[in-house]
């Protein structure tokens, strides 16, 4: 039995303590796996507690009272969660500091109906090395200035349980939550974890997983899957390509075992990412190493590559790969293909559309419960060509 004090009103746990994933979308996931005659999906879990070491958080309140947390569903009322169970205890941390800071400078926070205060949102991503936690405060500010007083007090409430300290400006009456204006007030520039043994640097603006453990596992069987029965030799290494690669969290360990990999991603702080932990590799590694900025699906060069690859990994958003990308994947498809989604309707189209180009065959299929307690699930599905 798993107590929280934020419940019922706070919606982040719908599930808080049921273990598993949702019912309904393993029901799909089984029966996409008995389509291609494999057994029920395994599904991987991790901690239930503490888990979340990234998190976004709204900032509404006064300055004398501030609250810092979820909205609550279907409108811009916030749930205070200053004691979220499910959030690493340095989550918990930076929130107690940022409402000390507030009140003790006066900072107001945003008030949404009149577009006024200044404090919109929290970020903060917890490294696992010291448990420091790199700080983002989104304000509604084209300037870092007005919030330098509640800046100098939060860094001094953190003291050294603080990474790096960050501004940014989000001025427009928009439900985005991060701004085009960005001030790096204090710290490293980057958070830098280990992923399946290889280091991955996180500027705050890119993409990252918050249950970092269970996207370890995962990094680890992408990279075994995609390099499975290709083993690098000294004329010719495994080719590989990451779509939508991000920071290079999963495309990294397989170049780190020997391959030759095409990484593409269109996300600026993603791209800059990535090359930082490019930078940090030698020589050798970064030779095999090919960067492709923008669009996946029109990207020439990639779609040339696609066919001739020992392995093609894929991580896109939501919304999944689109017609154009799927239709090159099943029209010419890679020896193997790892495609991992956040997305559980689009992998189910997708995965069919995979199947159908009569190219490909399902050989695996994975559940990760990255989001324990709540009806989200990560899945990998493991294509390899007939």
């Not at 989550?91 to 404090?119: D, F, M, S, W």
């Not at 974890?193 to 890119?206: N, S």
Request: hydrophobic residues 40%; glycine residues 10%; contains cysteine.
């Amino acid at each position: 039995m798993i107590e929280c004090s934020h419940r019922p009103a706070c919606p982040g746990c719908p599930r808080l303590g049921q273990g598993g994933i949702d019912p309904a979308a393993f029901a799909q996931l089984k029966e996409l796996a008995a389509e291609s005659a494999l057994p029920p999906p395994p599904v991987h879990e991790g901690a239930p507690l503490d888990w979340r070491r990234r998190a976004r958080l709204a900032v509404r309140g006064r300055a004398r009272s501030p609250k810092i947390g979820l909205f609550a569903p279907g409108s811009h009322s916030i749930v205070d969660i200053p004691r979220c169970v499910v959030h690493h205890p340095g989550i918990n941390r930076v929130v107690a500091a940022l409402k000390q800071a507030l009140r003790e400078t006066g900072t107001p926070p945003y008030r949404e109906e009149h577009h006024t205060g200044l404090v919109r949102y929290l970020q903060v991503v917890v490294e696992r090395t010291h448990d420091r936690a790199q700080v983002v405060v989104v304000c509604n500010a084209h300037s870092p200035e007005p919030f330098e007083p509640a800046a100098a007090r939060l860094a001094e409430i953190l003291g050294d349980q603080l990474h790096s300290l960050w501004w940014n400006g989000q001025p427009a009456q928009t439900n985005s939550i991060l701004g085009p204006d960005w001030a790096h007030l204090s710290g490293p520039e980057t958070v830098c974890e280990t992923m399946a043994g290889v280091e991955v640097h996180f500027p705050p603006g890119a993409f990252g997983q918050a249950n970092l453990d269970l996207a370890d596992v995962l990094a680890q069987r992408v990279a075994d899957f995609a390099l499975d029965g290709a083993s690098p030799g000294p004329d010719k290494a495994p080719l590989v390509a990451d779509l939508y690669a991000g920071c290079g969290a999963l495309g990294l360990p397989v170049l780190a075992r020997g391959a030759e990999v095409h990484f593409n991603e269109r996300g600026e702080d993603s791209l800059r990412g990535l090359n930082l932990s490019l930078a940090g590799c030698d020589a050798e590694m970064r030779s095999r190493a090919h960067v492709h900025p923008g669009d996946a699906a029109r990207a020439a060069e990639l779609r040339g590559l696609l066919g001739r690859c020992d392995a093609v990994i894929v991580d896109p958003p939501r919304r999944g790969l689109g017609d154009e990308l799927v239709g090159a994947l099943a029209a010419g498809p890679p020896a193997r293909l790892a495609y991992v989604s956040c997305g559980l309707p689009a992998l189910l189209r997708e995965a069919r559309a995979l199947i159908a180009g009569g190219k490909l065959r399902l050989r695996g299929l994975d559940a990760y419960a990255f989001f324990p307690h709540g009806e989200h699930v990560e899945t990998l599905a493991l294509f390899e060509r007939l």
